[in-house]
């Protein structure tokens, strides 16, 4: 097994908790309402518990505290807080209550049809997991690309991908955190900011961004011009296009994926000429990120512009 060279950012408070670390995550942003979808994302999300959640407790929030549950546990607690909530829900299964989790499922349920009385229109619902980077190797990077597909092939998708990217702990110290993603998200270009609550409200049914794989559905693929125009467009690249189900496409940068270090001068072009060809399905962002403002919000949503047209 060969393994994954990655960056390991380790961003740590007073007692040693880690607040920031570097990881992988796969995101699937979804179209329907919250009640459609449901118990498709309780299988997800117990299916991920029980691939890569089986050493020590899991932990979940329960108001201002968390709970803590064994795998045997979990079907009965996303049948309570995701198929069964008292509104719609904003839940997570986590590997640990005081760090950054290295293995983590949070979902983002949207009452869709209120938010649109409410000017958001656009808002649909998230689906989140993260990785470990720690011990990878291109097995393990495989494994989570097969989940992935997995995922986008039963989920009614609008959009989602797999991606290196900065994962934190939220509620307590998150502002610690997001001030060094700020910074360091100018130098790992290819790092995403898995932000869920926000981009549920700003991503839409187009798509985030560009990233290492990338899962299009029927809409993400028309605003990108046709599952023709991709195929056209990438057939000499090192982009591999596949169709995984009816009206949806895995677009693939790369055999690996990259954090895109512009201090090191990683090649990005192959990810300029994709963003050209996808950015016609990213919708314009009106809400940034904590500690950024407009100006950096639109700088990095748009740090792969001038590609392909």
């Not at 932990?59 to 803590?68: L, N, S």
């Not at 904003?90 to 209120?114: N, Q, V």
């Amino acid at each position: 097994m060969t393994a994954y060279e990655h960056i390991a950012i380790d961003l740590t408070d007073g007692n040693a908790n880690v607040l920031l670390r570097s990881g992988i995550v796969a995101i699937f942003f979804l179209e329907d309402a919250h009640a459609a979808h449901a118990g498709l994302v309780k299988l997800a999300m117990q299916g991920f518990a029980t691939r890569f959640m089986t050493v020590g407790p899991i932990y979940y929030p329960d108001d201002d505290v968390f709970g803590e549950a064994d795998i045997e546990e979990v079907a009965a607690l996303l049948e309570a807080h995701v198929v069964h909530p008292a509104q719609p829900p904003k839940f997570a299964l986590l590997d640990s209550a005081i760090h950054a989790p290295r293995f983590s499922a949070a979902y983002c349920g949207m009452d869709r049809e209120h938010l649109a009385e409410l000017d958001w229109p656009q808002a649909v619902c998230g689906l989140r997991f993260t990785f470990s980077l720690e011990a990878m190797d291109e097995n393990g990077l495989s494994d989570i690309c097969d989940f992935a597909a997995q995922c986008a092939r039963a989920l009614p998708i609008t959009s989602g991908y797999v991606a290196p990217a900065f994962i934190w702990r939220e509620g307590i110290d998150e502002d610690v955190a997001m001030k060094a993603v700020a910074r360091l998200c100018r130098r790992y270009r290819c790092m995403d900011i898995p932000a869920l609550l926000v981009d549920c409200f700003e991503t839409g049914t187009g798509v985030k961004g560009v990233y290492w794989c990338n899962f299009l559905g029927p809409k993400a693929i028309a605003l990108a011009g046709g599952e023709a125009r991709l195929v056209t467009a990438l057939a000499d690249t090192d982009v591999r296009v596949e169709r995984i189900g009816d009206e949806r496409l895995q677009v693939t940068l790369g055999s690996l994926p990259i954090f895109g270090d512009v201090n090191r001068r990683q090649d990005l072009s192959l990810y300029q000429w994709v963003f050209g060809l996808l950015e016609a399905g990213l919708h314009p962002r009106t809400v940034p990120y904590m500690d950024f403002d407009e100006e950096s919000m639109q700088a990095w949503i748009g740090r792969f512009a001038g590609g392909a047209s």
